[in-house]
């Protein structure tokens, strides 16, 4: 469980970091997830999921 609140605090201070230095880029980002359609963003979001499962899975595998 620790090994999870970990992980989500690391994301948590990757996404400040883009979002500190680079703040433009990051609300133009914004706006085009906003613009796509719902299918396009959960492919997005579900090959995220899976290239995220198979780093840890090699890691700690």
């Known amino acids: 469980m620790s090994d999870l609140i970990v992980a989500l605090g690391l994301a948590l201070a990757l996404e400040g970091v883009a ?5 433009g880029p990051m609300k133009r980002m ?7 359609d ?6 997005s979001g579900l ?3 899976v290239m995220g499962v198979v780093v ?3 890691i700690r595998g």
């Open 19 to 23: 979002y500190a230095l680079f703040p």
């Open 56 to 58: 840890v899975w090699l």
């Open 38 to 43: 719902d299918a396009s963003v959960r492919l």
């Open 30 to 36: 914004i706006a085009v997830v906003l613009a796509s």
């Open 47 to 49: 090959a995220c999921v």
